[in-house]
């Protein structure tokens, strides 16, 4: 499990395909002092295993279920990540519970600046509008953010500079393809409802 806020933005370092699977190299000095192998990180929302460390670099393998319900299959080397260490037992849920899996993406198709604040207009499929509400979270690219505004084709974030500077969301230009996931209590709530007027 995850909280949204970023501990790290990492540099997609190398990617090789094997077969159907893809390795992936984040270099992510911030944080690779208290990872280990097997431990699980989000990178941009989507939870990896780490499968090698080596000085500041880490290493995973993204599964083609991985590829195809992510972004992160059409990233480049050099490319900016969000990263995150799953959090600790003990530690303090300064966002709100992200899972690291991946409902789908997103596409972002304005931004609108209000001085130093960014709004994001994300598109979205039903499949994800369904679980949004305006105050609710969702995670984009693993960043844990507040709904602003919902329609039937995608819904609305307000982005604050400390946002925009501490994670790869300063880096998005509209039409770049975003992961999404909505908040699981959500998911929860709408599945419960759906079988008692169903049963």
């Not at 949204?4 to 159907?20: D, F, K, M, N």
């Not at 400390?162 to 998911?187: C, F, I, Q, S």
């Amino acid at each position: 499990m995850f909280t949204g806020i970023i501990e790290a933005v990492g540099t997609l370092a190398a990617i090789e395909p094997r077969g159907s699977q893809v390795g992936l190299a984040i270099e992510a000095p911030a944080i690779t002092a208290g990872v280990r192998v097997g431990d699980s990180i989000a990178v941009n929302g989507a939870c990896l295993t780490v499968t090698k460390i080596e000085g500041g670099r880490l290493f995973f393998d993204a599964v083609r279920e991985t590829l195809e319900r992510t972004s992160l299959g059409d990233q480049r080397a050099g490319a900016r990540v969000n990263v995150e260490r799953a959090m600790r037992a003990d530690g303090r849920l300064d966002g709100h519970i992200v899972q690291g899996h991946v409902d789908g993406t997103g596409r972002v198709e304005a931004l609108e600046r209000d001085g130093d604040d960014v709004t994001f207009r994300v598109a979205c499929g039903p499949e994800i509008a369904r679980y949004l509400v305006p105050k609710g979270s969702v995670a984009i690219d693993g960043v844990s953010l507040t709904v602003v505004d919902v329609s039937d084709k995608g819904f609305d974030v307000a982005l604050i500079p400390h946002t925009l500077k501490e994670t790869n969301l300063g880096d998005r230009r509209p039409g770049d393809r975003v992961n999404l996931e909505a908040d699981v209590l959500g998911k929860y709530v709408l599945n419960y409802l759906e079988r008692t007027r169903s049963g």
